[in-house]
């Protein structure tokens, strides 16, 4: 396997694992939908929107299966990795620094760690040992638009 460093490594990693990137989601608001500052990229909070509009609507064990909000969960990396790659590039990355992910979650539902799991596992599996992260899964009441699940996280990039 090429070292990661080679040029257009992660572009050909996609492809071999058959994962697109989708279109940078617009912002809802006020926000863009990543920053670059020194070697980091932050991403705004991405909810699992396809074609411009929410996957699933509702509260993670009730109107939502956990199994459901997972996948729902990988849409919102893969929304994050599509704003990092549209403000400097797939192929830039160094590793991913930290993920958050946020989990609006029925009254008694406490599997938010298992949620978050689906953006955490296709990071791993895009980027190996260098998407293994620092973490956090937060359950909430409330997200933008109803939606069950949002993520946003801190890549390091190239210089």
């Not at 199994?67 to 160094?94: F, M, Q, T, W």
């Not at 599996?125 to 699940?149: K, N, Q, Y």
Request: aromatic share 6%; hydrophobic share 45%.
């Amino acid at each position: 396997m090429p070292d990661s460093d080679t040029p257009g490594y992660w572009t050909r990693k996609l492809e071999q694992l058959g994962i697109e990137l989708p279109t940078v989601v617009p912002p809802v608001a006020n926000y863009v939908p990543a920053v670059r500052s020194g070697a980091y990229v932050f991403t705004s909070g991405q909810l699992p929107m396809v074609d411009g509009a929410l996957a699933a609507t509702g509260k993670v064990g009730a109107e939502v299966s956990p199994e459901d909000a997972a996948e729902l969960a990988r849409r919102c990396a893969l929304n994050a990795l599509a704003a990092v790659d549209g403000l400097v590039g797939i192929d830039s990355v160094v590793r991913i620094v930290k993920v958050v992910g946020f989990v609006s979650s029925a009254p008694g539902f406490g599997g938010q760690p298992a949620v978050v799991n689906g953006a955490s596992d296709v990071l791993g599996e895009i980027f190996g040992d260098s998407g293994v992260h620092a973490r956090s899964a937060v359950g909430v009441s409330e997200l933008p638009l109803d939606a069950p699940v949002e993520v946003e996280m801190v890549v390091e990039v190239e210089g």
